[in-house]
């Protein structure tokens, strides 16, 4: 929660300031549930424009009952000056407002914490010049497992994760869930498939690149699909129905440092 709304303060800090990579900011340095939050806050309808330092890396097109919609990848380079756009806002006092706004979701939520502008100064530091990726593989040694996460966000903010894990020598899909945040819904409301009545994914290629990335293509549906544990705006619904097709011809790969991080 703490890491959210400092990132959440960051994206604010830098469009306040005028900053030209606060975009990059928002789908880079910021953890999955902030990025989905600012898009549903931010983006407009019709939000394909590409901003400075993003590409599409990959596409989930899925119809959740009102057609189809396409939930775009991205990879974003973070601008080298990010560091002299924060420290520019924070010595112009226009980030008091944002960190002020952090730290009062933090009191909402019952966190003893608080942000201040040495926790922003600490993030910028590890995001600048760096290259994130909205989905990647990540190779799990110690189980021989390779676990592919795609994650889209379509133009209206709504967003759409596939967790898919992989027997390494076989490259034979062992397990797959998917989680679908509706537009203007935080974070925590979400959709989730379960063991019981998981998604159904059939897959058309999964290969390794000769860069080391991988190559993934398929197909997905799922039916009556619940409310997450803690979804409490979502809770007594259901999504009746949500099938696709994703697509990515480069994904990253990672090795997955257990109790080290990935």
């Keep these: 929660m703490r890491c959210h709304l400092l990132a959440l303060a960051l994206i604010a800090l830098l469009a306040a300031c005028g900053g030209k990579s606060a975009s990059d900011a928002t789908t880079a340095g910021a953890p999955a549930q902030a990025r989905a939050e600012a898009a549903a806050a931010t983006a407009p309808n019709d939000a394909k424009a590409l901003q400075p330092g993003q590409s599409v890396q990959g596409m989930i097109e899925a119809d959740i009952g009102n057609g189809m919609q396409a939930f775009r990848s991205l990879s974003t380079k973070v601008a080298d000056d990010i560091g002299q756009q924060v420290d520019a806002g924070l010595a112009s006092g ?8 952090a730290n009062r979701r933090l009191a909402q939520s019952g966190a003893p914490a608080r942000v201040d502008a040495e926790d922003v100064r600490d993030l910028v ?4 010049g760096k290259t994130f990726h909205d989905s990647a593989i990540r190779h799990i040694r110690i189980i021989d497992s390779l676990a592919a996460s795609l994650n889209g966000t379509a133009g209206d903010g709504a967003r759409l994760s596939i967790e898919l894990r992989f027997d390494e020598s076989t490259e034979t899909l062992q397990e797959a869930s998917l989680s679908y945040q509706p537009a203007g ?3 925590i409301n979400t959709y989730q498939t379960t063991k019981q009545e ?8 999964f290969a390794k690149n000769a860069d080391g990335s991988y ?3 398929g197909s997905f549906r799922a039916e009556n699909v619940p409310p997450g544990s803690l979804s409490k705006q979502l809770a007594g619904t259901t999504l009746a129905s949500i099938h696709g097709r994703f697509a990515f011809e480069s994904l ?10 990935g």
């Design 215 to 217: 190559a993934l293509i």
């Design 94 to 101: 226009k980030g008091e407002r944002p960190l002020a706004e």
């Design 125 to 128: 530091g590890s995001m600048a």
């Design 198 to 205: 998981p998604v159904q994914v059939t897959i058309e290629q």
């Design 252 to 261: 990253p790969a990672k090795e997955l440092r257990i109790g080290g991080g």
């Design 185 to 187: 819904q935080s974070a």
